[in-house]
């Protein structure tokens, strides 16, 4: 069993009353490793030594461009690390590991866009309406990063938020998730290799409360970067009434898959397998409300019945697996209670809506279709973070606008059609952060990512996410050869 350590200050330890807790793996549903249960002091700790690394010693005295180094060299090491990282995250979370060794290594492209990026964070030059008055702007870090990530894909929510912060110049303190802290624990390992000064970067692992309630109201936190659910967002925002920290909120979603008769039809069932039954369901962009347009409903239906029935579901670690189990026991319980809550509704099963025979360690849950006449239909409203699609028919374009904005989220959205005009003035309707055309759930460091309403505010990646984590200082200078006037004496 692995017995995993904070990492504060550069240095591996437990927490300071010993606490631990046990992390299970969700193929198994047995207990594999285990972390400490980071309390008040520890969180403390961290987060002054993030203070001490951001004015003292070598960080701030680094050059813009030592700072890129040392992110290059953390990316060198996180894809070295890449099929480890990727093995222990996929025994943690369940999560296959075709797509954990795959996104581990993609991870490092976001610290290597970072790198690139951290000399290239300017201010501007004003044309100032005085005289003998030259005044600039320059981006400053904002100060200590708490950066909060959930599960389910933890090493890349954690590079979307250090990234940019180390780039601009912050420090960080990671809280990793309680159900799933391994990745980061080991990730941790990597970072003490790269030579960054000690407080540049700090990890502590445990539960909301104390652990995460004590990063976010801490009066030394400048900035908090969330990703996690709305209700947590919510404590988040009141915890930082404390601080008065300014916070990114990356949250849930509902997003959208409209799809037009005109449409190529393998292109929009593939989009709406992979954005509804890729990494079980268990995505903030699953396109889990699928709106099909009459013509080709039916077709449709049939379709993705069809593809979710020949999933292969097992063993995540297996190569020839395509999905693994749900992260969590309660995560499970409650997608079957929404389900079947739904099919009393009225919704129709098509397929699934059960566990899968023969696998009954572990968290596993088939692939499921529902038939849903309107969205008062609850699969259809609430976020379900699992493999479940909820298909509803249109006729009209306006109407497949009005059913995919009548939505709380907007965070992702998906367009199938072949007609170049539409999806012009589909994507302007819709109110999303992403828009995906005939393509689903693409991602990259370059393309900013983020939610509109209750999906959250703030964007990761891309240039956008600097400003995230910078704020301005404005220098004006006297450039006269005359001392500055008395402001009492009037000319
Ligand atoms: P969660 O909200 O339960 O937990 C997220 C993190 O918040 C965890 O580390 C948790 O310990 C911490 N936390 C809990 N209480 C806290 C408190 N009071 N103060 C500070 N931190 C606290 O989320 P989850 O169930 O682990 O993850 C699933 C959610 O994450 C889904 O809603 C999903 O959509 C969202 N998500 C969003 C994105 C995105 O980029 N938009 C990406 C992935 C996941």
């Known amino acids: 069993?692995?017995?995993?350590?904070?990492?504060?200050?550069?240095?591996?330890?437990?927490?300071?009353?010993?606490?631990?807790?046990?992390?299970?793996?969700?193929?198994?549903?047995?207990?594999?490793?285990?972390?400490?249960?980071?309390?008040?002091?520890?969180?403390?700790?961290?987060?002054?030594?993030?203070?001490?690394?951001?004015?003292e010693g070598e960080w701030p005295t680094l050059t813009a461009t030592q700072r890129g180094r040392l992110l290059s060299r953390l990316a060198d090491l996180v894809a070295d690390a890449a099929h480890h990282l990727g093995e222990v995250e996929t025994t943690d979370s369940g999560k296959l590991a075709a797509e954990t060794r795959a996104q581990s290594a993609y991870v490092a492209d976001y610290y290597r866009y970072y790198a690139g990026l951290a000399d290239k964070i300017q201010g501007d030059t004003l044309p100032i309406d005085k005289p003998d008055l030259h005044v600039f702007t320059t981006r400053e870090p904002v100060g200590v990063v708490a950066a909060i990530v959930p599960w389910n894909a933890e090493m890349f929510l954690t590079a979307t938020k250090i990234g940019p912060a180390l780039a601009a110049g912050n420090t960080v303190v990671i809280k990793a998730s309680e159900e799933a802290p391994a990745p980061l624990l080991e990730f941790a390992r990597v970072v003490d290799q790269v030579g960054f000064p000690p407080g540049v970067v700090n990890l502590v692992t445990g539960f909301g409360e104390p652990c995460g309630r004590a990063l976010t109201s801490h009066p030394m936190v400048d900035k908090v970067a969330f990703t996690g659910g709305v209700d947590t967002a919510r404590h988040v925002v009141a915890n930082t009434a404390h601080n008065l920290a300014p916070v990114t909120l990356e949250l849930g979603g509902k997003s959208p898959i409209l799809v037009f008769d005109d449409a190529d039809f393998d292109g929009a069932v593939n989009g709406a397998v992979a954005g509804n039954f890729g990494a079980s369901g268990q995505s903030c962009v699953a396109g889990s409300r699928v709106f099909v347009q009459s013509g080709v409903h039916e077709r449709f239906v049939d379709e993705v019945v069809r593809r979710a029935e020949a999933i292969r579901i097992g063993d995540p670690l297996a190569d020839d697996t395509q999905m693994g189990p749900l992260a969590t026991r309660a995560q499970r319980d409650r997608i079957e209670a929404v389900v079947a809550e739904s099919v009393d509704q009225g919704a129709t099963l098509h397929t699934g809506g059960c566990r899968p025979e023969g696998l009954d360690a572990g968290w596993y849950y088939r692939p499921t279709v529902l038939g849903c006449a309107d969205q008062d239909v609850r699969s259809?409203?609430?976020e379900l973070f699992g493999p479940v699609m909820s298909v509803l028919r249109f006729d009209t374009e306006d109407e497949a606008v009005a059913l995919a904005n009548d939505t709380e989220f907007g965070l992702g959205a998906g367009i199938f059609t072949r007609d170049v005009s539409r999806v012009h003035r589909v994507a302007r309707a819709i109110r999303s952060g992403i828009v995906w055309v005939n393509t689903?759930?693409?991602?990259?460091?370059?393309?900013?990512?983020?939610?509109?309403?209750?999906?959250g505010s703030g964007r990761e990646a891309g240039v956008d996410a600097i400003h995230e984590f910078t704020t301005t200082k404005t220098v004006w200078i006297n450039t006269s050869t005359e001392p500055m006037s008395n402001p009492f004496t009037i000319r």
């Open 440 to 455: 689903y759930r693409a991602i990259s460091p370059i393309a900013p990512f983020g939610g509109f309403g209750n999906s």
């Open 380 to 382: 259809t409203r609430v």
């Open 1 to 55: 069993m692995n017995d995993y350590q904070l990492y504060i200050d550069s240095e591996f330890c437990e927490s300071s009353d010993g606490g631990r807790f046990d992390t299970v793996n969700p193929a198994t549903g047995e207990v594999w490793a285990s972390a400490p249960a980071a309390t008040e002091a520890d969180v403390d700790r961290a987060v002054r030594a993030a203070r001490r690394a951001l004015v």
